[in-house]
């Protein structure tokens, strides 16, 4: 019977972000029928830490002081919690696993350990490393558009003693605003923006992984694999998500990436789901390779 099913689509935030941001996402999914589960990794979601400086009105001393639970959180700690819920979701069926922004990077090494839990790997303008990590990707032509500066006009403490990134996102400098804008949701209105801003947290881990964490092609390489490029992202921007297609087609050419394409921002696709929810919803009668 559980072959018969639908897929669970199993999604995976990117940096600061958490389950929430799919909510709608996930609204527009059950509209069509379809089962879905959206992840917190470890700190995120009601894990996160939320200090009372980082109320109104602000105490940024005290905030770039106070500790953080997602410290010392590793790439592998993230990839160990996915593989958990790609195992529950397993029980029921197909699973199609859906990666945003750096959740590429803990679904790509969840995809390198347990292939045989992922029927389907979609990655939706997500960091997917193949010839290089994704800190040597920064340093690369592609990324040359953006602004890796903006982030750190919030910043907030010294990731190196903290142990954390931790970014305000309450910030009411226009600069920040306008820079936070710009790279994540460019498309969208003010008042979208700052809704999506406030489902933001302050802290992210600072393990992005090592060469030794990009995919493999005797077992990521084997499942079936879909890229969906973001036209309009400035912070991956659409020449980086064409590089790790061209790259993931030479390290597995038997089985190439099934590429689409959404118009819009980094988070555009969130904000206005319906379009992503009926392309996830059609890869989900998608025959997988080698059946």
């Known amino acids: 019977m559980g072959s018969q099913m639908g897929p669970t689509f199993v999604l995976v935030h990117g940096a600061f972000a958490n389950s929430f941001s799919f909510a709608p996402l996930q609204a527009e999914l059950g509209l069509l029928g379809h089962r879905s589960v959206a992840v917190d990794l470890p700190g ?3 894990s996160a830490t939320y200090h009372r ?16 639970d997602v410290k010392g959180v590793t790439l592998a700690d ?3 919690h996915l593989v958990g819920v790609l195992e529950r979701a397993k029980r029921n069926g197909p699973v199609v696993l859906v990666a945003h922004s750096r959740g590429g990077l803990t679904a790509t090494l969840a995809a390198n350990q347990r292939p045989d839990l992922i029927d389907r790997i979609v990655y ?35 990731p190196g003693e903290l142990g954390l990134l931790r970014v305000n996102f309450r910030t009411a400098d226009p600069a920040a605003l306008a820079a936070f804008k710009a790279a994540f949701l460019a498309d969208g209105t003010e008042e ?3 809704v999506f801003l406030n489902t933001f947290q302050p802290d992210e881990n600072l393990d992005t992984g090592t060469p030794e964490d990009r995919a493999r092609a005797g077992t990521w390489g084997r499942i079936p694999r879909t890229y969906v490029r973001l036209s309009e992202d400035t912070s991956i921007p659409l020449a980086m998500q064409d590089r790790m297609i061209r790259e993931g087609d030479a390290l597995t050419p038997e ?11 980094h988070l555009k696709w969130l904000v206005d789901p319906a379009p992503a929810a009926r392309l996830l919803g059609g890869l989900a009668a998608l025959e997988p390779i080698g059946s």
Request: hydrophobic share 45%.
């Open 44 to 46: 995120h979601g009601f």
């Open 53 to 68: 400086a980082y109320q109104a009105p602000q105490d940024l001393d005290g905030l770039a002081a106070a500790p953080g």
């Open 78 to 80: 993230n990839v160990a």
């Open 124 to 158: 939706v303008s997500a960091w997917c490393p193949v010839d290089l990590d994704v800190n040597a990707y920064y340093a690369e032509p592609e990324m040359a558009s953006v602004d890796a500066a903006s982030l750190g006009l919030a910043l907030v403490g010294n």
């Open 192 to 194: 979208e923006f700052l």
């Open 255 to 265: 089985n190439p990436w099934d590429v689409r394409t959404l118009p819009g921002s």
